[in-house]
């Protein structure tokens, strides 16, 4: 046999010359070992997978919870956060009813005091009369005109400032500086809302009839002398209107924003006057007013605006409506005119005053179409602040009417109206 072939034969034998049955086992062995560290290998990625696995869930269920625990603290702090703004809302709707109140009950008071006042004034006018054997005529509506000037502007008036003093302030008006045309637009729309607010108490009139004569204020001061009617209607009258209804009621409430001031003053303004043939213009113009004031913080533009108002609408057209009546006057208009120039001017005043009358008409349409244009040519110029304490949305009638002191001057107001509807 060849001893290549041999070779490995005797290679597989042992030193004794007897086959090699370790290595045969060994070599026997190695699949299962092989199989064995496979099975481990798996059991231990198996293993290592499971922990992964539990890991990714505890790490899931515990950011879960996290979210959970963020999103139920952050749910906690906006309700919270709501709950308390609604106590703030409540507490500030609270605070500004009580204010309303306290601003009412001194308007209440202020229109009550003169209302004793006239009474005690006509009381001590008629012991006065049967002491002296004076005849007075409480019907001369010179006499109305001055004991209710008495009552309202020596008596209530100086009350009421001082009951307005007990009211803190709240908020200041702005400071902005109008120009001499500005002032001027203003005027004209003073005279355009006096037309307009006429018109709409005639047609109030027309659809309402009143249940007596239809006595206008107006047509009371017809026999009035004209300088009385210039002390009460030009001077008196607008310098305590204003600093009632527009400086000491704005102070109070300007922090409440620019159009609940504005809304306010105009209105508690309007139905002061008792009665529609007035209500009207006297809200348009209480507003407008308001606005001027509540930008300016000067009391003297609304004054002064208002005894031009008052100058024209109030003096100037009742004696116009004197010389159209051939109502002769003493010391009215036409009797000084008459010693100025030495002539008797009876037959052409009635004519003179109607073709005055007729351009003090067409002046006020003029005036109530260019108000209007510059309305809305100016109307990005009309701002209202917010103010430093807004009143609630949804909560600003219950705070401003519903409450004692503005309910009562709201009942004597109705009461007013429901007496000039009789007269």
Same mark, same amino acid.
């Given at each position: 046999m060849d001893e290549r072939f041999e070779q490995p034969e005797r290679e597989s034998r042992g030193a004794s010359g007897q086959p090699d049955t370790t290595s045969r086992s060994e070599s026997g062995r190695a699949p299962e070992r092989e199989r064995l560290l496979r099975e481990t290998q798996m059991e231990i990625d198996r293993m290592k997978a499971a922990a992964m696995e539990e890991i990714k869930s505890s790490t899931a269920a515990y950011i879960q919870m996290q979210v959970q625990q963020a999103c139920a603290m952050a749910e906690a702090q906006t309700r919270a956060r709501i709950f308390m703004e609604e106590q703030e809302k409540t507490a500030r709707s609270k605070e500004q009813s009580r204010q309303f109140s306290r601003l009412g009950l001194v308007l209440f008071a202020f229109m009550g005091v003169a209302f004793a006042a006239q009474l005690v004034l006509i009381v001590i006018t008629m012991l006065v009369g049967l002491v002296g054997g004076l005849d007075v005529d409480f019907e001369n509506q010179t006499v109305q005109i001055v004991i209710s000037a008495i009552s309202m502007y020596g008596v209530a008036f100086p009350v009421a400032a001082l009951l307005m003093r007990l009211i803190p302030k709240q908020g200041r008006p702005g400071g902005e500086s109008w120009s001499a045309m500005k002032l001027t637009a203003c005027f004209v729309i003073c005279i355009g809302i006096g037309f307009v607010g006429i018109l709409l108490s005639q047609f109030v009139d027309a659809l309402f009839p009143a249940g007596g004569d239809g006595v206008q204020p107006e047509?009371?001061?017809? +026999?009035?002398?004209?300088l009385?009617?210039?002390a009460m209607v030009v001077f008196a009258a607008p310098i305590v209107e204003e600093l009632l209804y527009r400086k000491m009621l704005i102070d109070r409430i300007a922090a409440y924003g620019d159009g609940v001031s504005v809304v306010v003053s105009g209105l508690l303004f309007g139905l002061a006057h008792g009665n529609f043939s007035q209500f009207f213009y006297a809200f348009g113009l209480g507003a407008l007013f308001a606005y001027v004031y509540i930008k300016t913080g000067h009391i003297g533009y609304t004054i002064g605006c208002h005894m031009f108002f008052n100058l024209i609408g109030g003096v100037f057209t009742v004696e116009l409506n004197k010389g159209l009546m051939e109502v002769r006057d003493p010391a009215g208009m036409v009797a000084r005119l008459e010693?100025?120039?030495?002539v008797d001017l009876g037959p052409v005043v009635p004519l003179v005053c109607n073709a005055l009358l007729t351009l003090y008409l067409v002046m006020s349409v003029v005036c109530a179409v260019? +108000?209007?244009v510059i309305l809305i040519s100016r109307r990005?110029?009309?701002?209202f602040r917010p103010g430093e304490k807004p009143m609630v949305w949804g909560r600003r009638f219950s705070a401003v009417v519903l409450n004692p002191g503005v309910i009562l001057y709201l009942l004597l107001c109705a009461g007013l109206f429901w007496m000039s509807s009789l007269a």
């Open positions: 047509d009371m001061m017809t +026999g009035v002398g004209m009385l009617n210039i010693q100025i120039f030495g260019g +108000g209007l990005k110029e009309i701002v």
